[in-house]
């Protein structure tokens, strides 16, 4: 068989048992009739994949998965397999999206809009629902499609399917799923198509299940092609290693998106312009196939190799410098940790000091704020520290405040530090132990730390993480100032 295997995946399982890509082929060229669009080497690799059969004509994957970054063409290849399923297989299929009804207008309105442009399919055509969350198109062959949003009740109505999609699959709950996957039981050749973009903290467990099947040494029937700037891979004790990726990379950004390759969309131009507007960590996420860590396996979620690598303390003292104070949840201990522009540019973090209680942090802070004339001094006032925002403004200190949306910025603002290569630190004992258990823990639309180690607090990372957000903060935009 010839495989479309130059389309530069950076992950690919090809179905052990494929014989045959001749159906593949003909429903390509199906599509790219009707639709007057062509595929791309990497669009044309996955419906290989989802379409490969076996000696005896069953598909040879009962299960695929398919991640890509977003805007490189993930609707295209399912449709090709979608439409020949319709008009020559008479296929049942459910397609299912998010919980956008807007998602699944869109995928059955592409779909009319190859079957209704011309009269030979037209005709094909038996009837089609529209209304909101009943979108479905039937064949007079007997084929139907049905798009539906996942909800506990997404597959009421729907008995016997032929081909079960998992659309935008980041989103994709196991709840969601039992609802819908029992009803490709009674079907002697089904098969379930996922696909989606990178996996999210808090929200992907099952998509990162589909990702660890193919990364693992017998995935069985399935197929996955997969886009990436990431290198990942199972280690020696089956745990998740994803190495850092250089956002910064222009040659993983074409290998990243094989539309650009292609000469597809809006080219080098458009990404450019997406780093500037989403940061690095979202850009990686949305642009180059950056997942976030797989849950439930405990540890950091930051590279600790790449933790290790930025060790580094110069002869001179960093200038300017803040500070920022943590209290962990029983007032047992309080840790100050310290943030400063180094020489090179770069920023250093440290703790300063980390003890029992909290009696001994204003005398020290006056002390810290006397000797190094800081930017600030920063707390959380919706933590424990808060409790000490009266006695600090009875000593003459008043703090920066960080809290809320602020201090999910502060994070990412860390994150983003650690993960380009732009902070450095002293190698202690007390930061290395906090950030080895250090999680994320979804908040709205972003995250804060958290712990992964029940034993284990976080707060020495969580008071550098202050500091560095207080050191880069506007003078004008501070919320308190250090009086001296």
Same mark, same amino acid.
């Given at each position: 068989? $010839? ?5 530069g ?7 052990p ?13 199906? @599509?790219?009739?009707?639709?007057? +669009? ?8 996955? =419906?290989?994949v989802?379409?490969?059969? /076996? ?9 695929t ?12 290849? %399912? ?12 296929? #049942? ?5 998010? *919980? ?19 009269? *030979? ?19 007079? $062959?007997g084929?139907? &499609? ?13 008995? *016997? ?14 709840e ?31 998509? @990162? ?83 976030d ?33 943590? =209290? ?7 840790? &100050?940790?310290l ?18 209680? /909290? ?10 704020? #006397?000797?190094?004339?800081p /930017?600030?001094?920063?707390? $959380? ?20 405040? %960080? /809290?809320?949306?602020? @201090? #999910? ?9 650690i ?8 190698n ?5 132990? #906090? ?37 880069? +903060? ?6 308190? +100032?250090?009086? =001296?």
């Open positions: 068989m $010839n495989w479309q295997s130059d389309a995946e950076a992950l690919l399982v090809l179905p048992a494929a014989a045959s890509l001749d159906e593949a082929h003909a429903a390509i060229e199906l @599509w790219e009739h009707y639709s007057g +669009k062509t595929l791309d080497p990497a669009q044309r690799l996955a =419906v290989q989802m379409m490969a059969e /076996t000696a005896d004509g069953k598909w040879a994957a009962a299960t998965g398919r991640e890509m970054p977003r805007q490189n063409g993930k609707g295209d290849e %399912i449709e090709v397999v979608e439409l020949w399923g319709l008009v020559q297989r008479a296929e #049942a299929i459910l397609h299912t999206v998010h *919980d956008a009804v807007l998602l699944a207008s869109q995928a059955q309105q592409r779909m009319l809009s190859v079957l209704e442009g011309h009269a *030979d399919l037209r005709r094909l055509v038996k009837r089609k629902w529209q209304g909101t969350g009943q979108q479905m198109i039937e064949m007079r $062959n084929g139907v &499609i049905w798009y539906r949003t996942r909800t506990n009740g997404g597959g009421r109505g729907v008995d *016997d399917i032929d081909r079960l999609v998992i659309d935008e699959a980041q989103h994709a709950a196991e969601h799923l039992a609802a819908v996957a029992p009803t490709l039981l009674a079907n002697p050749n089904p098969q379930l198509n996922a696909m989606g973009t990178a996996g999210l903290a808090g929200k992907s467990d099952w998509w @990162w299940s589909v990702r660890k099947r193919a990364l693992g040494p017998d995935p069985g029937a399935f197929g996955y092609v997969g886009h990436t700037a990431e290198r990942v891979y199972l280690d020696d004790t089956g745990q998740v290693v994803q190495e850092p990726v250089n956002v910064e990379d222009r040659d993983l950004w074409r290998r990243s998106n094989p539309a650009m390759a292609a000469g597809r969309g809006q080219g080098l131009a458009f990404l450019e312009e997406q780093l500037r507007r989403l940061g690095p960590v979202s850009f990686a996420r949305e642009h180059l196939g950056v997942w860590p797989p849950p439930g396996e405990g540890g950091s979620d930051i590279d600790l190799k790449l933790w290790a690598s930025l060790e580094h303390v110069e002869d001179r003292r960093p200038n300017p410098v803040a500070f920022a104070v943590t =209290v962990n949840q029983d007032h047992s201990w309080a840790t &100050i940790g943030a400063g522009r180094r020489g090179d540019g770069l920023a250093h973090v440290q703790v300063v000091q980390s003890g029992k209680g /909290t009696g001994w942090v204003i005398e020290r802070l006056v002390e810290l704020v #006397a000797s190094h004339k /930017t600030g001094v920063a707390l $959380n006032p919706s933590s424990p520290a808060g409790a000490l925002i009266h006695p600090l403004m009875e000593a003459g200190i008043e703090p920066v405040m %960080i /809290t809320g949306r602020e @201090w #999910a910025q502060a994070c990412g603002r860390m994150w983003d530090a993960e380009n290569r732009k902070v450095r630190h002293q202690q004992p007390v930061l290395n132990v #906090a950030v080895r258990a250090a999680g994320r823990q979804p908040r709205g639309d972003a995250w804060v730390w958290r712990s992964s180690m029940a034993d284990t607090d976080v707060e020495p990372l969580e008071a550098v993480t202050l500091a560095l957000h207080a050191l880069g +903060k506007p003078a004008k935009q501070r919320s308190g +100032k250090v009086y =001296v």
